[in-house]
């Protein structure tokens, strides 16, 4: 039998070393109690930990544990930038709350464990949930607009998030942040299952569970909790593209002397907005395919022109007049049109087309985003008045 998540038999020599916890286990002293598995990734997995306060009460926090391999790359990239991410939560840009590290040891070595604000379901399992997997319009203007909000502090303050998508925007927990309201949802819900696999115990996940519904009134979304998270790739200053990391395919990433900016993080909110809306995917093709051909799609869908700087660059030697005109593909207000009314199709195009420039430098910021006529009606007073 295989493992139903994290391989946690995957040495850290071959880029393993999960921490194989469980249930009710006490971890750091005994300060922190798990209580559920939130989810997991290639480099790491979250669980749901009770503990105490800085005021002596009992509360609920996010605990991602670092699997042994990138325990050390991330205790000097990633937690420095956390750090320096919660200082301005003063601005109320919707990201997690950073509550501490400490490391913590298993027989695979050495784990950096980082406590974080607790949150719901993510915008990827709301739209699973949703009538043909399209979330409406109000509901995506409200997650876009929260979005656009985060990286307008994040980028004021020379910040790249880096990881823009539906798994990084999320439903955040409002009332339930309250510990005898969560502790209810807990116990309403089925208990975490374990299952035994190779001499090792895995426990499935089971993320935070929300009231919100994808298919609530306005009046009910524009008062949604929502929150930006996922900040494994942010950096600050000096940017350099993740290998292996794909950035929503933003044509600056697949140069030869590849680049990325906080203009990535405004290409890859644009390819957000349209999954959300359409369900699919824009500019995904098999993996042989070249840069150049890839940008020459771009280019046809978005009838938008490269930087004439870029035509020099190595992957681009191919991209000819011919390539701008090969291939198929639609356009954006086509693959809306199969998704929208037809009047709301030509305002989140302009959105989303705005966003999705191919010279980084010509698409919007996240402020003029957050401002953008299109998702005005994200933060409407749900009196219906104002």
């Not at 203007?141 to 999320?170: P, R, W």
């Not at 200053?237 to 990433?253: C, D, L, V």
């Not at 002397?257 to 699919?280: Q, V």
Request: hydrophobic letters at 40%.
């Amino acid at each position: 039998m295989s493992f139903p998540e994290e391989p946690l038999d995957l040495p850290p020599s071959q880029g393993g070393g999960y921490y194989p916890a469980a249930i009710h286990q006490l971890i750091h002293n005994a300060k922190y109690e798990i209580i559920r598995k939130l989810g997991y990734g290639p480099r790491s997995s979250t669980w749901l930990v009770l503990h105490d306060s800085e005021y002596h009460e009992p509360i609920y926090s996010a605990l991602k544990i670092f699997t042994v391999a990138s325990s050390e790359e991330a205790s000097h990239t990633q937690l420095p930038m956390l750090k320096a991410v919660h200082n301005l939560g003063r601005f109320d840009l919707r990201l997690p709350i950073f509550r501490g590290s400490f490391w913590e040891q298993s027989g695979a070595g050495a784990h950096l464990c980082v406590v974080m604000s607790a949150m719901a379901t993510s915008a990827r399992a709301l739209q699973m949930e949703a009538e043909h997997n399209r979330l409406p319009v109000h509901v995506v203007q409200k997650l876009v607009c929260t979005a656009a909000n985060a990286l307008a502090g994040l980028h004021k303050e020379k910040f790249m998030h880096g990881g823009i998508d539906a798994d990084s925007v999320y439903l955040g927990l409002g009332a339930t942040m309250q510990t005898k309201y969560l502790k209810s949802v807990l116990d309403s819900e089925p208990q975490p299952t374990a299952v035994e696999v190779m001499g090792f115990t895995t426990v499935l996940s089971q993320p935070l569970s929300t009231k919100y519904k994808w298919n609530d009134e306005q009046k009910k979304v524009v008062d949604w909790s929502v929150h930006v998270g996922n900040l494994g790739h942010v950096q600050r200053r000096t940017y350099t593209p993740e290998k292996g990391h794909n950035y929503s395919f933003a044509p600056e990433t697949l140069l030869k002397r590849a680049l990325c900016s906080p203009k990535t993080d405004i290409w890859m909110l644009g390819c957000l907005t349209y999954t959300l809306l359409t369900n699919t995917e824009l500019f995904t093709m098999p993996t042989s395919t070249s840069a150049a051909h890839r940008i020459a799609t771009m280019h046809a869908v978005l009838e938008d022109d490269i930087p004439t700087s870029w035509l020099s660059d190595e992957n681009l030697k191919e991209y000819n007049a011919d390539t701008r005109n090969s291939g198929n593909f639609i356009s954006i207000e086509a693959g809306l049109a199969d998704a929208l009314y037809k009047d709301d199709v030509g305002p989140a195009a302009a959105f989303i087309k705005s966003c999705l420039r191919l010279d980084p430098q010509k698409r919007l910021t996240a402020l003029e985003c957050r401002l953008h006529e299109w998702l005005s009606m994200a933060n409407a007073c749900s009196c219906q008045f104002c």
